[in-house]
């Protein structure tokens, strides 16, 4: 290890030292070497890199178009062995994600400098090179999840397409749809790598575009919602025209509505969600869960009407209806329970509003309480057998044991409401 790590230092301190005006020689001449046996000469790539990125970094020698050009062919080189290694074995990591990246910017700076026509010809072919390796390379990255550099290399060979296309050459992605379909998997990547602007920006080109593929309204109208956008929810608008039937979109708006607690928009859309995916215990449940919301505001603000009645009972049916689907769905358990709960209370305030002289309306009212408790007695319990450190779900099971006299039952709850507040953790109390 001494020994390989003495040799390092060695062959750094030799390059450190390497006059400028010759490390393009020196790299031309070990990438040579490079070509005429792959396999036997790796060590002359790297030793190709190092000399011209001494190189690139002097400014004896990185104000000359032949200096990059050696740079771009160099880098080229590198991304070429990834590409190999891919056509060999498909799952191969990429070991020089960046090499793509640093040909398009050394040729970039020879069309800069050259003061020869074949010059630029040269630094134009060899960037037809660095893109057909840039998506490659770009594919294999996004396939590993590695979005970042899937982007940067991805994003590169847009602007090596520009760039050809502003030179009269035959550019990369030669029509409209193959072009739309990069973007696409480029703003993918962009908002996956968390490059928020960059992603919008691409996603509303391709919206003005009319790029066939509805998860761009989605997409785009998220992004745009995040970054603040008033007329974000005319991306989902357009959308929904364009895909009347498509989920994705439908679930946006639904999700956006949820977030505005727009109740009344909220019934259209999801019933229209079961309609496409009746299959689906989740749209039932949201369903549920709206119908549940209209029911406390109005009976809230008008007691117990008819219509708040007909919003309970429209909860009731679409949580039934979910657990229908799965019965084992803890959000839609509790969520029964804490409805029968949650009217219970409402009609506890009403008897407390009571004047003493309405003895008989005490009573139907406390009847019709304790029943509802009771009700939602068994949901709890089974909620608290699939989550026995559910906070709501012990504050309810502590309070109707208590309201039952069942002050041991009601003591443990409150032992166990502590653990889990205090973040311990416990084992469920009953069996499902």
């Known amino acids: ?172 992605l030669a029509n409209e749809s193959d072009m739309n379909d990069h973007k696409f998997v480029t703003a993918y990547c962009a908002m996956a790598a968390d490059k928020k602007d960059e992603a919008r920006a691409m996603f509303g080109d391709l919206i003005d575009a009319e790029y066939e593929e509805p998860r761009i309204y989605a997409y785009g109208f998220n992004l745009a919602q995040e970054a603040g956008d008033d007329n974000a929810l005319a991306i989902l608008d357009k959308g929904s025209v364009k895909y009347p039937e498509d989920q994705e979109i439908l679930f946006a708006k639904i999700n956006y509505y949820i977030q505005k607690e727009d ?10 969600a079961i309609q496409n995916s009746p299959d689906n215990p989740s749209v039932y449940s949201a369903l549920g869960n709206v119908y549940m919301n209209l029911f406390q505001d109005e009976y809230t603000a008008n007691g117990d009407s008819e219509k708040a009645n007909g919003y309970y009972a429209k909860s009731n049916e679409y949580y039934e209806s979910a657990l229908k689907l799965d019965d084992n769905m803890f959000d839609v358990i509790y969520s029964i329970g804490s409805l029968r709960y949650n009217k219970a209370v409402e009609i506890s305030k009403a008897m407390a509003d009571l004047p003493l002289s309405e003895n008989k309306k005490f009573d139907m009212l406390k009847s019709q309480s304790e029943g509802l408790f009771n009700e939602a007695l068994p949901y709890f319990k089974k909620a608290e057998a699939i989550n026995p450190n559910d906070i709501n779900t012990l504050i309810a099971l502590k309070e109707i044991f208590a309201r039952n006299n069942d002050f041991e039952k009601s003591g443990e709850f409150k032992k166990r409401l502590e653990t889990a507040q205090g973040g311990g953790k416990n084992t469920p109390y009953f069996n499902k």
């Open 263 to 272: 109740y009344v928009q909220l019934t259209g859309m999801l019933e229209k």
């Open 1 to 172: 290890m001494l020994g390989i790590f003495t040799f390092f230092i060695g062959m750094s301190t030799t390059f450190a030292q390497v006059d400028a005006t010759k490390a393009v020689g020196k790299a031309t001449k070990a990438l040579s070497a490079y070509f005429l046996d792959q396999n036997g000469n790796g060590d002359k790539l790297i030793e190709a890199v190092e000399m011209i990125e001494v190189a690139t970094a002097s400014d004896e020698t990185n104000k000359s178009a032949k200096t990059w050009l050696k740079a771009g062919e160099i880098y080229n080189a590198l991304a070429q062995k990834d590409v190999i290694a891919l056509t060999i074995d498909p799952t191969h990591k990429i070991q020089n994600a960046e090499a793509g990246i640093k040909a398009f910017g050394a040729l970039q700076n020879a069309m800069s400098m050259a003061d020869k026509k074949f010059q630029k010809k040269e630094a134009l072919k060899y960037l037809q090179e660095t893109a057909n390796f840039l998506a490659n390379i770009g594919n294999a990255l996004l396939g590993a999840k590695d979005y970042t550099n899937a982007y940067s290399s991805l994003n590169t060979i847009l602007d090596i397409n520009k760039i050809q296309a502003d030179n009269g050459m035959k550019v990369t």
